[in-house]
């Protein structure tokens, strides 16, 4: 699939993703930033600027490509669950013989994006804001 540097945005991630060889099942991660309890006064005047904290996972799911109308419509149904989210996660499964991943094949590797993403190791996935925007983490 498209290297995360090569997408602009979601619609792009998702493009590239149906064109490929063997089928995908796309994996989302979900997060909120939050701050800790114990945070500082600059700590938390920091975060109200949109500045420090952490990423906390609140939602996890897994879909195939054609599961997906757009950007938005994934929003909205995120929204259904009550969750607030701040940036979405994207990793992928490539299936085997023309034969697409199932969701019960999703389910340690979405468990493998949470921790990493628990680890800060972010760069690993493309990530996504709100409107669909890809995100770049320096």
Do not use: Y
Not at 55 to 67: A, F, G, H, R, T
């Amino acid at each position: 699939m498209a290297t995360a540097a090569s997408l602009d945005d979601f619609n792009a991630l998702l493009a590239a993703s149906r064109q490929q060889q063997e089928p995908q099942r796309l994996l989302f991660v979900f997060a909120r930033r939050e701050l800790g309890q114990h945070a500082t006064n600059a700590q938390k005047e920091s975060f109200e600027r949109g500045v420090g904290g952490h990423l906390q996972p609140c939602l996890c799911v897994d879909k195939m490509p054609d599961e997906i109308a757009s950007f938005a419509r994934l929003a909205a149904e995120s929204e259904q669950t009550g969750q607030h989210w701040d940036i979405v996660f994207v990793g992928g499964l490539e299936g085997r013989g023309g034969i697409a991943p199932n969701s019960d094949e999703a389910d340690q590797p979405l468990r493998f994006m949470v921790n990493a993403i628990h680890d800060g190791r972010v760069g690993e996935f493309a990530a996504f804001d709100r409107e669909g925007h890809a995100i770049r983490f320096v």
